[in-house]
Structure formats: structure tokens, C-alpha cells
């Protein structure tokens, strides 16, 4: 079970919209926080490691206090302002296409938010949360939350070529979606399965991708070194049915609103061209 599990159930009953009295709202969240500790120690019990370092269920447990108290406007301002920054335009990309459809297999951590934010952009028409990188045999969120599966958390795009090219989608990516800085990790989320990487498709794919890393680079538009590596594509794996669209479907999730609707919020404001409302996503099995 990962922390974002133990962190929806146990916020599911704390979070009532003012049903609970001030006073009952406290002695539930008390009560929630304790709940998670106990559940920590379970699965740390049942797996013999616990990918959440204690002090983190901790704050969990202070942000179930700030939801049940009027919700979280200020950290959900702070995180907004920190979820963008200006990516340019990519210098190498690939020509004007209407003969078909392409796909990008992407990774940015968490593929709620990734899935999400990308089913957003005007000219992509499918966006899939599962797995790459490693083999179909673990191909499960269980075994891949494990982190030592090969996979990561990733999303496949479907977009018209005409309409975004490949290189204008990863500026999109670079820009709002994810931090590509993090080694290993986004926010709160430690893992290898939750590292940032493009899965380039083909040749053309990782010429573009390559030529838009060293360009980001030389930009100079993050504070640190990029982490995000091109790595070869194996395959991809739809996850399981209750995560694809997740983002969409529990937009009041205390995990969904602290770490990707500020990321909605800068997609809307960096790139009100591409910008639309997405048509529902057909749900996939797991494969």
C-alpha cells in the first residue's frame, strides 16, 4: 500500500464539509493520525519495508487538520505559484504531419497528476496511467510500488501531430507537469518508479527529446541540474482501471489538490492556446 492509499482512507471520514462540530472534527483527525501510524506500522510489519519515513505520516495528519478546518489555501497558493516555469519553445522538432496519430510514452512521477494535466492539452485525444521500463510480468501496482521493478509510473499520449507536435508536448511537460530536477522522486513521492523519463518511440522521438534536454540546459530555467533521462522503450502497461482518470474523478482528493491542481491552474495560465476541457477517457483494463 503506498502513502497515497493510507493517506485516502484515512482522510475519507475526517473531511465532512462542516457535518462534524468543531470539536468532533478535531477528536476525528486526532483519531485519523493515529489510524495512520498504526497503519505504517502494519505495513511495515507485512512488507519489511515502508516506502513512508514516518515524520511524513505526520504531516499528512496535519493537512487531514487543515481540510477539516477550511482546506489548504495557502499551500495550495504557495504550490501553484512554484508549479511552472517558462520551458521555451523547442528549436528541434519534427515537421507538420496530418497523416496520423503519435504516441509519447512519458514519466513524471505520480501518473494521477501526469494524466490529468495532460488530458488538458488541445490536440491530445488519449491519455493511459500504467507502466514502462520494466517487464509485463510486474506490470501491477503493487509489485511496481515496490520500486524495484524496473517500472515507472508513466502515462502513453495519443495526439495529433497536426496540432501539438512531439517537441511542443515535452515544452508543455517541462513546463507545468512535473519537476525534472527530483532524482527518483516528486514531492513526497521516493521511489525509482517515480522518476521522470521520456521513453522515446523511435529514432525521431529521441533526437527531438535529446536536443530538447541539452536546450533546457543551456536555458538554464531550473535551479538545479535535470535528472529526467531518455531511456529505451520496452512497452507500456495500462494500470489498473481505478487509476486512469483519477485526477478527474476525485478532484476534491486532499493528494489531488495539494499536488496537481496547482499544476491544472499553470497549464490554464502558461498555455491558454492549448488549453480545453478533455472528453471522457474510455477506461482500459490492466494488461
Known sequence: MSYRSMFNV???????????????????????????????????????????????????????????????????????????????????????????????????????GVQGVLSHVHGVTRVVSGYSGGSRWTAHYERV?????????????????????????????????????????????????????IFARDDTQRRIASAYLVQLERAHVYRAPIATDIEPYTGFYAAEPYHQDYMARHADSPYIVANDAPKLDALRARFPALYREPTPTTHVAAQ
Not at 505559484?81 to 521555451?88: H, I
Not at 495526439?159 to 501539438?164: H, M, T
Request: hydrophobic share 40%; net charge negative; glycine share 8%.
Open 10 to 112: 484515512a482522510s475519507r471520514d475526517a473531511v465532512r464539509d462542516g457535518a462534524l462540530s468543531d470539536t468532533a472534527r478535531l477528536a476525528q483527525t486526532q483519531r485519523d493520525a493515529a489510524g495512520l501510524v498504526d497503519v505504517a506500522a502494519r505495513v511495515r510489519h507485512a512488507r519489511g519495508a515502508l516506502h513512508v519515513r514516518p515524520p511524513r505520516i505526520w504531516t499528512y495528519g496535519a493537512l487531514v487538520l487543515a481540510l477539516t478546518f477550511g482546506g489548504l489555501p495557502d499551500a495550495h497558493a504557495s504550490q501553484g505559484a512554484d508549479a511552472s516555469v517558462s520551458a521555451p519553445a523547442p528549436l528541434i522538432d519534427e515537421p507538420a504531419n496530418t497523416s496520423h496519430t503519435e504516441v509519447a510514452v512519458l514519466a513524471g512521477g505520480c501518473f494521477w
Open 145 to 197: 510500488s515496490d520500486g524495484d521493478t524496473g517500472h515507472a509510473e508513466a502515462v502513453e499520449v495519443t495526439f495529433d501531430p497536426a496540432q501539438i507536435s512531439y517537441g511542443r508536448l515535452l515544452q508543455v511537460f517541462f513546463s507545468v507537469v512535473f519537476d525534472p530536477t527530483a532524482r527518483n522522486a516528486q514531492g513526497d513521492d521516493e521511489g525509482t518508479q517515480y522518476r521522470s523519463a
